[in-house]
């Protein structure tokens, strides 16, 4: 029976491709790691004990917070916070970061972005929801309280970005910049295992994921996109299979493993997109690049994006390369008749 490499023994292995983290970047995903254990057990048994449900007030961007929104965002901050490796994180949850300033965290180098419970609407109905992180080295000075500057910062800067998905089974996905692995939980065992090595897009495929519901609000060139792929063309596979649970780290997986894209375009009731850039696109944007996809905002690359404020909202598409090409084209030309 073939031994599978746990998250852990992998973790390790690539420690050398760092030399300059000296294993502090490793703690940190370790700690992750924990984290998303602890939620999974919590929303495995949600059902059973009065964690389902909303609290009754919004977060910063006027969104109903669940209860299961809070609870996972304490748990990340706490474990995160027990660690001496970051010196500061910022959540979709809260209005502003936070910044460490116990002893442990002084010399601290990294700062935590994370959406703690992605597709939280889900969790009352069983539908798969996430955990989406973003990992930075901070710019300010080590031993200084970290600022605004330190979480402003375009996702080519990341040093790693992943997400776990608390589904039919619980799955951590993640990238350093050296290729995108995915590690499956075994509850029986209490660890991640290697599962999905070295995962790459399809350069193309046949799934669209998009909230239709919205279509009136759409820009010209999506509309006109949508309506191309949903057209008969047996030689180019058309008309494509629509997926789409209002789970970003659920859509997202399923296109990357069988192929696919992602769209979350600006309406007239999301001027900007509803997707927040630090939060979810760009660590969402360097998993796809690692994996051969491409994302972009419809004219920019998403990693190049200069961020200004901590929940910035931005347009997003992402998954196989020739599918988001394609969309880009529509968004281009969209005046032509």
């Known amino acids: 029976m073939k031994r599978h490499t746990t998250l852990g023994e992998f973790i390790v292995e690539n420690q050398k491709d760092f030399p300059y983290a000296k294993g502090e970047l490793s703690a940190l995903l370790s700690s992750i790691r924990l984290a998303g254990k602890m ?22 961007q006027g969104e109903e917070q669940a209860k299961l929104d809070v609870m996972a965002n304490d748990v990340f901050i706490s474990t995160l916070r027990n660690r001496g490796e970051i010196c500061g994180i910022a959540s979709e949850e809260m209005e502003d970061f936070l910044g460490f300033n116990e002893e442990i965290h002084k010399e601290a180098k990294y ?11 889900n969790i009352d109905v069983d539908i798969t929801v996430g955990t989406i992180f973003s990992i930075y080295r901070r710019v300010t000075e080590p031993g200084t309280p970290v600022n605004i500057k330190d979480f402003l910062q375009p996702g080519i800067h990341q040093v790693a970005a992943g997400y776990l998905i608390y589904g039919t089974s619980t799955m951590l996905v993640y990238t350093t910049g050296k290729g995108v692995n995915g590690f499956t939980y075994d509850p029986a065992i209490g660890s991640f295992f290697l599962s999905h090595p070295q995962i790459k897009f399809p350069n193309t495929g046949k799934i669209y994921s998009v909230n239709e519901g919205n279509y009136i609000h759409f820009p010209l060139g999506i509309k006109k996109y949508i309506r191309w792929i949903q057209e008969l063309n047996e030689e180019e596979s058309r008309p494509y299979t629509s997926r789409y649970t209002g789970s970003l780290v659920a859509d997202f997986h399923r296109n990357m493993l069988l192929g696919g894209v992602y769209l ?47 929940h910035q909202r931005v347009p997003f598409y ?11 084209w529509f968004l281009s030309n969209e005046n032509d008749s």
């Open 39 to 60: 939620v999974n057990k919590e929303i495995n048994k949600a059902g059973l004990s009065n964690i389902t449900g909303k609290i009754g007030h919004e977060n910063v």
């Open 111 to 121: 700062i935590v972005l994370i959406d703690p419970l992605d597709g939280s609407s």
């Open 264 to 310: 979350y375009p600006q309406g007239t009731t999301a001027p900007n997109g509803k997707l927040r850039l630090l939060y979810e696109c760009n660590p969402m944007a360097f998993i796809t690049e690692q994996a051969g996809g491409k994302s972009t905002n419809g004219e920019k690359r998403i990693l190049e994006i200069e961020p200004t404020e901590l």
């Open 318 to 328: 992402c998954g196989s390369k020739t599918m988001v090409e394609k969309i880009e």
